[in-house]
């Protein structure tokens, strides 16, 4: 579990995921809880990496769940690392790559985070729209 105070977010970056991949990833598994919330309401297995973000609480924890069978098996597992920044003003939108912009920019239409993430979950009426997405860059 990691902990951080307050004024300041974690940031976690996942650079490897080789899990035994399981119908609905249900022997080994990774979780990742973002205070009581599972980040994007899955497990993972496999080998895709799930995408880097910016918790919104102030633990992330992490379940690693593998059974005897696999468990010496050719599967890598998993490298996550994080670290800790400031958080943004009361003004500001918190990009999932920690990335801070100004409020009005959230869910815009425009890319403004380079990750996408301010049009993310932005209503049912910016779907259709979301896939002529402008990207800005710099």
Request: glycine letters at 6%; proline letters at 1%.
């Amino acid at each position: 579990m990691v902990l951080f105070v307050v004024s300041q977010v974690i940031h976690v970056t996942f650079s490897d995921l080789d899990i035994y991949e399981s119908s609905v990833c249900s022997q080994d598994y990774l979780q990742v809880l973002d205070g009581v919330e599972m980040y994007t309401g899955r497990k993972f297995c496999g080998t895709t990496s799930p995408k880097n973000f910016t918790a919104f609480n102030n633990t992330v924890t992490v379940h690693f769940v593998s059974t005897t069978y696999t468990i010496y098996s050719e599967y890598r597992g998993f490298n996550i690392s994080w670290h800790t920044t400031d958080r943004c003003s009361l003004d500001e939108y918190t990009c999932w790559n920690g990335t801070c912009i100004p409020e009005t920019k959230h869910c815009d239409l425009v890319n403004d985070c380079t990750d996408n993430s301010d049009e993310i979950e932005c209503g049912k009426h910016f779907n259709e729209s979301l896939r002529s997405l402008t990207v800005k860059r710099g």
